[in-house]
């Protein structure tokens, strides 16, 4: 059951629905940590068995299908691989989870309180699109780290979260740290937006269903995030490819990775190469990623909160 209210915007107070929100991302991220290395390793590749058009010299591992990967990554770099980017990507969710549920239920209260109210699925988009657009922005560094790490293969780019700071500084800059931003904004934006329209639209009639262990909202979460997911997915694509760009490109566990330059031009470049399939390379798993991910984030927020609650005495301030 959620944790109080009709809408999430009526549950909690501010500090609660930061630190619930960051305690969902950081269990969130920990149990998806291995979907998330294979999924970034499927959009990074830019050659197929299944496409004659592909180049077959290539220098690095061709991945087919999320369970040949998973094994490959096993074999070929252990267990620890699959949880390569972990440490930025741990800050990278408790941040945004953070910032995300804070800034969405701030938002809403303010659309709530105007003269004219727009109907509850509008000021869901809104707000979840502004949200999202803003976490990502303030988070975005730790998510191009994330996707540096977990690209990279049996040769260690960066051998630590400090060194590869430095490392990225001295040779790219502050702008290093923002490469492939406007891909992100543009994809978190209508994705965020779907996902808590889609989400407060269905909580409470899957809530009233009475599903066992509080699975309502998670059930929510699923179908708000597969639906949202499958819309946006081309430009998380783009975003990691641009990620991965600079002086190290070359040196990723996919060697061949095109030199990129803006959304657009990367779009028609993967279009013209790889076809449209190429712009959805990954989306499988992305897909079976997403949905646990968005369950354990909500499950685990309404839980949290309505912990919070309980420990505060069930009082709402700010």
């Not at 501010?14 to 619930?20: E, G």
């Not at 988070?139 to 191009?144: G, N, V």
């Not at 800059?173 to 937006?193: D, I």
């Not at 779907?194 to 269905?202: D, K, M």
Request: with cysteine.
């Amino acid at each position: 059951m959620s944790a109080g209210g009709e809408h999430l915007k009526d549950e909690g107070s501010k500090p609660q629905a930061v630190l619930a929100g960051a305690i969902a991302g950081l269990v969130s991220r920990f149990c998806i940590a291995p979907l998330d290395v294979v999924k970034i390793r499927l959009q990074l590749q830019t050659h197929s068995l299944s496409d004659l058009r592909s180049p077959r010299d290539t220098d690095g591992p061709i991945y087919k299908g999320t369970i040949p990967t998973f094994r490959t990554i096993l074999r070929e770099e252990g267990l620890t691989g699959l949880w390569k980017g972990n440490i930025p990507a741990e800050l990278l969710y408790i941040l945004y989870g953070g910032l995300q549920f804070s800034i969405y239920r701030s938002t809403t209260l303010v659309l709530h309180s105007l003269p004219r109210r727009m109907p509850d699925t509008a000021e869901a988009f809104v707000s979840g699109a502004f949200a999202g657009g803003i976490a990502t922005t303030v988070t975005y560094p730790l998510d191009l780290l994330r996707t540096r790490f977990a690209a990279q293969g049996t040769e260690r780019i960066y051998t630590s979260l400090a060194s590869s700071i430095q490392d990225i500084t001295k040779h790219e800059g502050p702008r290093g740290f923002f490469q492939g931003l406007a891909a992100g904004v543009g994809q978190v934006v209508p994705y965020m937006g779907l996902f808590f329209a889609t989400y407060e639209t269905l909580r409470v009639p899957l809530s009233n269903l009475a599903l066992p262990y509080g699975t309502g909202d998670a059930s929510a979460g699923v179908l708000a995030s597969v639906i949202a997911k499958s819309g946006v997915f081309p430009l998380d694509l783009v975003r990691k490819r641009l990620q991965v760009q600079g002086p190290t490109r070359a040196r990723y566990v996919h060697r061949n990775i095109p030199v990129y330059k803006g959304v657009f031009a990367t779009m028609r470049t993967i279009i013209r190469t790889e076809g449209m399939r190429g712009l959805y390379r990954g989306l499988t798993i992305s897909l079976v990623k997403a949905a646990p991910a968005s369950a354990v984030t909500m499950w685990t927020y309404e839980r949290a909160l309505k912990l919070l609650r309980e420990m505060d005495g069930g009082h709402d301030t700010g």
